[in-house]
T-cell receptor
Framework: EAQVTQNPRYLITVTGKKLTVTCSQN?????MSWYRQDPGLGLRQIYY???????DKGDVPEGYKVSRKEKRNFPLILESPSPNQTSLYFC??????????????FGPGTRLTVT | DAKTTQPTSMDCAEGRAANLPCNHS???????VYWYRQIHSQGPQYIIH???NNETNEMASLIITEDRKSSTLILPHATLRDTAVYYC????????????FGTGTRLKVLA
């Protein structure tokens, strides 16, 4: 089954304790992206990657790091989490290129709480 | 990418057509209109996209005005399961790879 998976689905952690949220897709997609969703603010893009070893900032990259060493994986790293990073996080992937573009496939979400 | 404007919320009776508008007055010639929806706190789901011609698939129809400054997503026979937040996004297929989702329209289908 074609899908985007995220782990963990739920995480409660403390301020300053480094964490990684994993994202993996099995569709051989070139493009992958991370979003956060907060009440009243909708979905905001954190980082995206157009292919292996190619990443770029979205609208809210502060406090996050990403890496794209393999095509299928795109982990989100919080080096020193703070309470304002408490949010619902989504990973997404899609094919790159094409005349009309392609739709994104989203993972199930990771609910992160930083105390 | 062009900014979009959508109503915050809408109601629709079950079985009736739901018409969700989106304004994108600054859209440029190579930018497509995409629609996604998000049910509860699940990951958003792609619905449809188009450039300037009207499009239809098994989920919905997309009507884009001739000047391309606005569009309407039509769910022909809304069901309770269509209750969700609907996002209209405008973006090109080259150049910037960012997505700007905004806050969308919260559609409530009423029994």
């Amino acid at each position: 089954e074609a899908q985007v998976t995220q782990n963990p689905r739920y995480l409660i952690t403390v301020t300053g304790k480094k964490l990684t949220v994993t994202c993996s897709q099995n569709m051989n997609h070139e493009y992958m992206s991370w979003y956060r969703q907060d009440p009243g603010l909708g979905l905001r893009q954190i980082y995206y990657s157009m292919n292996v070893e190619v990443t770029d900032k979205g609208d809210v990259p502060e406090g996050y790091k990403v890496s794209r060493k393999e095509k299928r994986n795109f982990p989100l790293i919080l080096e020193s989490p703070s309470p304002n990073q408490t949010s619902l996080y989504f990973c997404a992937s899609r094919r790159q290129g094409g005349i009309s573009g392609y739709e994104q496939y989203f993972g199930p979400g990771t609910r992160l709480t930083v105390t | 990418d062009a900014k979009t404007t959508q109503p915050t919320s809408m109601d629709c009776a079950e079985g009736r057509a739901a018409n969700l508008p989106c304004n994108h007055s600054t859209i440029s010639g190579n930018e497509y209109v995409y629609w996604y929806r998000q049910i509860h706190s699940q990951g958003p789901q792609y619905i449809i996209h188009g450039l300037k011609n009207n499009e239809t698939n098994e989920m919905a129809s997309l009507i884009i005005t001739e000047d391309r400054k606005s569009s309407t997503l039509i769910l022909p026979h809304a069901t309770l399961r269509d209750t969700a937040v609907y996002y209209c996004i405008v973006r090109g297929t080259s150049g910037t790879y960012k997505y700007i989702f905004g806050t969308g329209t919260r559609l409530k289908v009423l029994a």
